[in-house]
C-alpha cells in the first residue's frame, strides 16, 4: 500500500535533527508523494528547496493566516516568482484562523486571504486552504473565486459546511484527527464526502494519529487514517490509498 502525503511541514524546526533520515525512511516505508506547505515566507522557500532536493516532494507556497500582516506586494511578486518552478503545484496554506486572539485582526486576514487567492486565480494554480473557526468567512471569500480549486485542509467544520465546500469542487483534507475518540462530527463528514474528493494529510509534525497521538507526527503514520476512513467508508484500505493518490494527482496535476 502506497502513501501520499497532501500536507506536510518538514521545514518545520522539529526535524532539524534527523530530517535526513526521516525522509529515507519516508521512502523506505511506501511513501511516494509529498505535498510540503509553506506557513511562512520562510517556510514557502523551505519547502521549494525540500521540494528540489527530493523527487518525490512537491511545494506548496503561500502565507499562514498567522502571517497576514506580512502579506503586500513585495511579498506577492515572490511567490509567484517561486511558483514559476515546476514543483510548486499549490498556492498556500493561506485561509482565516479566528481562534487564536494574538493572530492579526480578522480583516487583515481576509486581505490577505485574498491577495493570495487572486494570485491562484491568475496562476491557474489550486490552493491549500487553512479554516479554523472561521468557516462563514472562509466559505464566502472562497465564492469570491469561482475559478479556484483547492481543498480545505485539516478539515474541522459540519457536514453542511462541507457540502458548501463540495459545491465549490473542493476537497476535504481529513488529518490524524479522524482516529481520536473525540472525532464523532469528522467521522460523518467522512461519511458525507464522496470516494473522488478527500484527502488524507498529516499536517506533519502536528495531527498524529492514535496511537501516536501528542508525538511528532510523519507521513507514513497516514496508514492510521487510511485504516480509520476504510473503516468509516466500509471499503478497502487499498481502495482508500488509491484513491487519495489519485485525488491529489488530479488536484495538483501531477
Known sequence: MYIFDTHAHYDDESFNEDRENVIKELRENGVIGVLNCGASLDGARSSLELARKYDFFYAAVGLHPEYAHMVNEAVIDELKSMAKDEKVKAIGEIGLDYYYEENPEREIQRQAFRKQMELAKELKLPVIIHDR??????????????????????????????????????????????????????????????????????????????????????????????????????????????????????????
Open 133 to 254: 473557526d472561521a468557516h462563514m468567512d472562509t466559505l464566502n471569500i472562497m465564492k469570491e473565486f469561482p475559478e479556484v480549486r483547492g481543498v480545505v485542509h485539516c478539515f474541522s467544520g459540519s457536514v453542511e459546511f462541507a457540502r458548501e465546500c463540495l459545491k465549490l469542487g473542493y476537497y476535504i483534507g481529513f488529518t490524524g484527527v479522524l482516529t481520536f475518540k473525540n472525532a464523532r462530527k469528522l467521522v460523518e463528514v467522512a461519511k458525507e464526502v464522496p470516494l473522488d474528493r478527500f484527502l488524507l494529510e498529516t499536517d506533519c509534525p502536528y495531527m498524529a494519529p492514535t496511537p501516536f497521538r501528542g508525538k511528532r507526527n510523519r507521513s507514513d503514520y497516514i496508514k492510521y487514517v487510511i485504516e480509520k476512513m476504510s473503516q468509516v467508508k466500509e471499503i478497502p484500505e487499498e481502495l482508500v490509498s488509491e484513491m487519495n493518490i489519485k485525488n491529489i494527482k488530479n488536484l495538483l496535476l501531477i
